[in-house]
């Protein structure tokens, strides 16, 4: 992409993170304010921050805000408000979908198309973005009585296990969202 001129590149991870926790340490005092930055999750110290009587909203948002400051960055999304709020667009929405509020971070930093972080800078690529590049991908159903056929239109994800479900004439699983896909099912 570079080559052609278009926007992109790679960006380093470690970088941001002690940029992070100099701006983390101005702010709040000396602490170890970060457990750890991984695939675009902050994940802040909670013991830190409930002995230093911090709000975790506050320094979440402030962290957020923090990320925006770098070109690649596109959105940042605080665990709070995906906890409580309800997203649409879709953008947002597969954020959103993908926040687990166990085992995702704190802040959730989502990067302009084409930037990746520096790990990949010698060849390869990863997958997780919400962009087309990432999420547009073929799903195929084959055998038994499913019917031939193909669609061009957008499925979701959430779709695939109610359509299994219904092929194998089980319920669906817990928590199933979606609907079968009558391209496959009917």
């Known amino acids: ?9 790679y960006f380093d991870g470690s970088i941001m993170k002690n940029e992070l926790l100099t701006h983390l340490n101005t702010k709040y005092g000396e602490g170890d304010w970060i457990k750890n ?13 409930e002995e230093k ?21 596109k959105n940042t999304y605080t665990a709070t408000q995906l906890h409580e709020n309800e997203y649409s ?8 979908r993908g926040f687990n509020q166990k085992r995702s971070g704190d802040v959730i930093v989502s990067l302009q198309t084409g930037w990746l972080s520096s790990y990949w800078s010698s ?38 296990a109610p359509t299994i479900s219904t092929i194998l004439g089980t319920a669906y699983p817990n928590g199933c969202t979606g609907n079968p896909l009558p391209e496959v099912t009917e």
């Open 89 to 96: 667009n879709s953008f947002h929405s597969l954020v959103q």
């Open 37 to 49: 930055y991984s695939n675009n999750h902050l994940f802040l110290n909670h013991n830190l921050i």
């Open 123 to 160: 060849g390869g690529t990863t997958h997780g973005s919400s962009y087309s590049y990432d999420t547009h991908v073929p799903l195929i159903f084959w055998g038994g009585n499913i019917p031939q056929g193909q669609t061009d239109r957008k499925v979701n994800i959430r779709d695939i």
């Open 1 to 9: 992409l570079l080559e052609r001129n278009i926007p992109a590149g």
């Open 53 to 73: 009587n911090i709000s975790l909203e506050e320094i979440q948002r402030n962290c957020a805000q923090f990320f925006l400051k770098y070109e690649w960055v």
